[in-house]
Nanobody, 109 residues
Framework: VQLQASGGGEVQAGGSLTLTCTAS???????MGWYRRAPGELRELVAT???????VYGDSAKGRFTISRANGKNTVFLVMNNLSPEDTAVYYC?????WGQGTLVTVSS
């Protein structure tokens, strides 16, 4: 499977960004998600979603980020609100134990 993430960029604190990930695969992937790795840190869970819409959020994302997916497609979205400099990281789309190339999100104070 190949994962293509997009939507990263630079935003000021308090702003919003939406990330999009599309997986090229012959069948629908049950669970897709977003992970991130900040400079000097380990990769951590941001959020995952299943085909049934069940979601799991990491502590840093709860209440601010929303993950969703297009019905019947291997496309997931991550809406990130009220961003802070601590959210600066490379955000990776993940599915089937595979990672995309990542998209950089930079939040300035």
């Amino acid at each position: 499977v190949q994962l293509q993430a997009s939507g990263g960029g630079e935003v000021q604190a308090g702003g919003s960004l939406t990330l999009t990930c599309t997986a090229s695969n012959d069948f629908i992937i049950n669970t897709m998600g977003w992970y991130r790795r900040a400079p000097g840190e380990l990769r951590e869970l941001v959020a995952t979603i299943t085909t049934s819409g069940r979601t799991v959020y990491g502590d840093s994302a709860k209440g601010r980020f929303t993950i969703s997916r297009a019905n019947g497609k291997n496309t997931v979205f991550l809406v990130m609100n009220n961003l802070s400099p601590e959210d600066t990281a490379v955000y990776y789309c993940g599915a089937l134990q595979t990672w995309g190339q990542g998209t950089l999100v930079t939040v300035s104070s």
